[in-house]
Structure formats: structure tokens, C-alpha cells
């Protein structure tokens, strides 16, 4: 298990905060920008259209040090934002991958309203919302500088990044590149400059949408769509080194599918097989994992490549600091979905498990002091966040919206004041589609990415309350795009009590759907689905 140590060290010649990061067999040393960000007395000190800096990284899971007390990651530039932010314990993405997730929080919809569920569709199709005013856009409406970069909107759904609707044109939006490891590896720690890496330049155009919009003195909302930790794991060596050698990692407890799972639960769609240092692994399912060995392997390139990009956001969060934009800047970082690092057997994100949908999710409001440093168990979705960053930006309510685009997420303003309360929302709902070549090998093959809207096989629909996982398999119809809900395809019902967010492995791993002791609690949750996603 790593280690870490901080020795923190200020001095009034060099105004640098010196940062040591000990792991198991390494250190790291790193200057950090002395200072940080004050907290408003009040409220009432909130400043007129604050900016927004919008970050969003690919794949991150909430394995974060200090914001979900986790140990074996070495994360301190997000780890100083989570000291000076509202960390939400209990976020969920919409639908656990890039593209429908990127279109529903994109949009303030879910993906049944978007009618985005894979890699072919997006909002602006005809039909859908082509009028549909985006979160980037309504900022753009209300007089703030709009620029962006990365994968914000996921690329080409919709087409140019939505380009120039979503976004001012001070600056060209600047476009994900893709990177590969040589050889097909799965992931590559590489002797190589950050200047050779994409989040090197994504950091490097957020900085400068930021000097500008200062030089113009406006306001801005600007757009950081971070690539890593998306596969493959490419990153700098040093990243890779910096961590103990890959033995000392712990795996998974649970390393097979729940008992009494339905089969259409499970997916292989991504990891059919990895490939590290030359040799090709495959062959895992429900109930054969990955060697021991090969998983630790994965969970330190996994980790690497988190460090890596946790160093790109910290240059753009200094930098905010440095250009004395942070005490009137709304920061909000957070993943498009989670990952699963072998728990239940899975790898990758698509699925409804909850190491699938639920996401980190940290907020720094300087002018709301009862949030800063603060952590609140209320539900929070990412669909909310379009809502929620209106409302923190002290906008017109966006709620109801033109062209037949009525907002489906909530506010979350209101846990700014009081983080403990409970009372905006007390559940979160995802979905997620399965498209099986082979009905009697249900979790094979299963992948809808490329299959049209109409062709989808099942939707599966899960809610997540208080204490339980609740998930539905239906059929699909294909002429309505909605479910079948009497055609129903399997049932799954896991226990969340006592359920704290730090332990990845201490839930869902028994299905008691068929147990009858839960009869009711089944009851209940098919009305919350039913409530949340039957459309007439």
C-alpha cells in the first residue's frame, strides 16, 4: 500500500509552497503557488457574473485522496481544490460513457430526452434540438466569453464541438487529438516532455482563455474537456515512477460477477483484451478475472495516468490564482462517468453498477463560505449542473428553456448554504443499453456504440437511493424508442446501508431481487423508475 507524506514549507523570500509526495520506493518534490483561495465573509459578497472554469476529465473515478479518502492515488493539485470546495460524496453520471453523457449534461437533459444513447446520435440532429440552447451557449447568451477545448462536448456529436454555437470566437476551440501507446499497449509511460502530451496543451489553452478574458475584461466561462484518464494510459514517466513498484497494489476483493446477476448486466465491450509490456491478456468474463498480477499492472497505469492529468490541473488552477481570478471564479471538476478497476469482475466503464455511474464531483463557490472545505452526502446528478452553475452565477433561471427544451436537472445551489441538508433530491437515475449478438451469451458482444437507436436490443434503468441499487433490464422498441415495460429482462437489487463512498468493494455483490424478504423495497423502487422514465 503507498504512502503519503506532505511537508509543507512556506517561505516569505520565495512565496512557494514546497509539496512532498512520499510513496512506498519514491518521492516527488513540486513547487506549489503559495496562498490560495479566501472564502467570502458572507453571501452577500458574491460578485456580479463570476467566471466559470468548467473541467472535465475522461474515466476519472472518485479515487481521489483527500475529497473520497482514498489512499493509493497521488492527486495533490485536486486534493488542494477538495480543501477549498463542497466535494458531492453521492454523484451519478446519466449514462456511463463519453458521448450520452457528454449530450445530456451538455444539454441540462437526460439521454431518454436527447435520444442519444451511443456514438451515432447528438442533440442537434433534426428533430431533437437543433435550437436548444447548450450550458456554454447560455453563458454565451449572458454576456460572458465562451471558449473551450478538449472533450467537453464529446467530438463530433454534435459536429465541430458545436462550434460557433456553444461558443465565442476569440479564440478556435482547440479539438481532442487522439495519442496511442507504441506497440498497441495499454498503457505507456514514456521519456518523453509534457509538450509531447494533449492535456500539456489543453492546460496550456486554458491558461490562455483565461489571459485573455482578463484582458478583455469580461467574464468568461471556459471549457477544459482533460483526455487522461481515458485509454490508453499514455503519460510521462515520471508519473509512472513515482508510484511503488506495481506488487504492492491491492486488487479488487470481489473479482467475479454478483451472485445472481442477470447475465445482461455484465459486459465485456472494452478490455476484450489488454496488452503489457508485449503479451496479450484475454479470455475474462463473469466469472474468470484478469491474473493478479496483470490487474495491478492495470490499476498502476490506471493511477499514473490520473497523477499525470491531476498535474495539468493543477497548472491551470494556479494560474488561476496568479491572474487574481480565483476569489470570483466558480471551479467545478468532475467526471463524465466512473471506471471499474476489477470490482465485480468489470473493467472500463458501461454498465450500471456504481463504480459505472457514480462520478467525483467538487464545487468551489469562494463567495459561499459555509461550502468551502465541506463534504454533503445529498444526491447530485450531472444533469443538475446546468441549473446549478446558473444559479451560482446569479443568471436567469434557465429551467424553461425554448424550442421544447425544458431542463430535467435540478439546482444545487442550495447545499452552498447548507451542505447537510438532503432535501433537493433523494435519489439518482442512470440507464444504459445493450445490443447481445448472441442472446444466450448475453454479456458478450454487447456494445450499442455503433448500433442505430433503433436496433438497441435492451435498456437497462437504475435508480440509487438511500440505501439500495434498483436496475431494470427491458426491452426496447425500436419504433417508439422507449422500453417494453411489461417485457422485462432481468431484475437487480443490491443493499447500499451503511454505504460511505470510501469502499469500493463492500457493495453490490449479491443480487436480492428474488428475495422475498424485499418484496416491498422492489416494489418501491420499479415506482421510482417507472415515475422517473415511463413517457407516454
Given at each position: ?10 517561505t516569505a523570500t520565495t512565496g512557494l509552497l ?113 435550437n436548444w440552447i447548450s450550458l456554454p451557449e ?399
Open positions: 500500500m503507498p504512502r503519503t507524506r506532505w511537508t509543507l514549507l512556506s514546497l509539496v512532498t509526495l512520499e510513496c512506498c520506493h519514491c518521492a516527488l518534490i513540486a513547487p506549489r503557488a503559495a496562498g490560495g483561495v479566501k472564502s467570502a465573509t458572507s453571501s452577500a459578497d458574491a460578485p456580479e457574473k463570476p467566471n466559470v472554469l468548467f473541467i472535465v476529465i475522461d474515466d476519472l473515478r472518485p479515487q481521489l485522496s483527500y475529497a473520497y479518502n482514498q489512499t493509493e492515488t497521488i492527486t495533490p493539485s485536486m486534493d488542494k481544490l477538495a480543501k477549498e470546495s463542497l466535494v458531492f460524496n453521492r454523484a451519478y453520471c446519466q449514462l456511463a460513457v463519453c458521448a450520452p453523457s457528454r449530450n445530456s449534461f451538455m444539454t441540462g437533459m437526460r439521454p431518454d430526452s436527447v435520444k442519444a444513447w451511443n456514438f451515432i446520435d447528438h442533440f442537434r440532429e433534426p428533430g431533437i434540438g437543433p447560455y453563458f454565451k447568451k449572458n454576456g460572458y466569453v465562451t471558449l473551450g477545448g478538449g472533450k467537453t462536448f464529446h467530438p463530433n456529436l454534435p459536429p465541430n464541438y458545436d462550434e460557433p454555437l456553444s461558443w465565442t470566437q476569440e479564440m478556435e476551440y482547440l479539438p481532442l487529438k487522439s495519442e496511442g501507446c507504441p506497440g498497441g499497449e495499454t498503457y505507456c509511460p514514456l521519456a518523453s516532455p509534457d509538450e509531447d502530451f494533449f492535456d500539456n496543451h489543453l492546460a496550456n489553452n486554458t491558461i490562455e482563455i483565461m489571459k485573455l478574458a482578463k484582458k478583455a475584461g469580461k467574464p468568461f466561462f471556459a471549457g477544459a474537456g482533460f483526455r487522461r484518464p481515458h485509454l490508453p494510459w499514455r503519460f510521462p514517466e515520471r508519473f509512472f515512477s513515482m508510484y511503488p513498484d506495481s506488487k504492492a497494489f491491492s486488487t479488487a476483493k470481489h473479482q467475479t460477477a454478483p451472485t445472481g446477476m442477470p447475465l445482461i448486466a455484465f459486459t465485456r465491450t472494452a478490455f476484450t483484451s489488454v496488452k503489457i509490456d508485449g503479451k496479450k491478456y484475454s479470455g475474462w468474463g463473469p466469472e474468470t478475472p484478469f491474473p493478479e498480477d496483470v490487474q495491478q499492472k492495470l490499476r498502476h497505469g490506471y493511477y499514473s495516468a490520473v497523477s499525470w492529468v491531476d498535474s495539468q490541473v493543477g497548472r491551470v488552477l494556479d494560474t488561476l490564482e496568479e491572474l487574481d481570478m480565483a476569489n470570483n471564479t466558480v471551479v467545478v471538476l468532475f467526471a463524465d462517468h466512473g471506471w471499474q478497476l476489477g470490482e465485480h469482475g468489470e473493467w472500463c466503464k458501461h454498465t450500471n453498477f456504481e463504480l459505472s455511474a457514480r462520478v467525483p464531483l467538487i464545487f468551489r463557490v469562494p463567495w459561499k463560505p459555509s461550502s468551502m472545505g465541506t463534504k454533503t452526502n445529498g444526491f447530485a446528478e450531472l444533469v443538475d449542473l446546468y441549473p446549478t452553475l446558473a444559479e451560482l452565477a446569479g443568471l436567469p433561471d434557465p429551467t424553461n428553456l425554448t424550442h421544447g427544451q425544458y431542463l430535467e436537472g435540478s439546482s444545487l445551489a442550495s447545499y452552498f448554504e447548507e451542505p447537510d441538508q438532503k432535501s433537493v433530491k433523494d435519489s439518482a437515475y442512470s440507464q444504459y443499453p445493450r445490443c447481445p449478438k448472441n442472446i444466450s451469451e448475453p454479456w458478450k458482444q454487447n456494445s450499442c456504440h455503433e448500433v442505430k437507436r433503433q436496433n438497441i436490443y435492451a435498456m437497462g434503468l437504475t435508480v440509487r437511493t438511500e440505501s439500495w441499487r434498483y436496475t431494470e433490464w427491458l426491452k426496447w422498441n425500436g419504433d417508439t424508442l422507449k422500453v417494453e415495460w411489461d417485457q422485462l429482462l432481468g431484475q437487480e437489487l443490491y443493499s447500499h446501508s451503511n454505504d460511505t463512498g470510501t469502499d469500493f468493494d463492500m457493495h453490490e455483490n449479491a443480487n436480492e431481487a428474488n428475495n422475498t424478504e424485499y418484496k416491498d423495497v422492489v416494489t418501491t423502487h420499479h415506482g421510482l423508475l417507472y415515475q422517473k422514465f415511463f413517457r407516454p
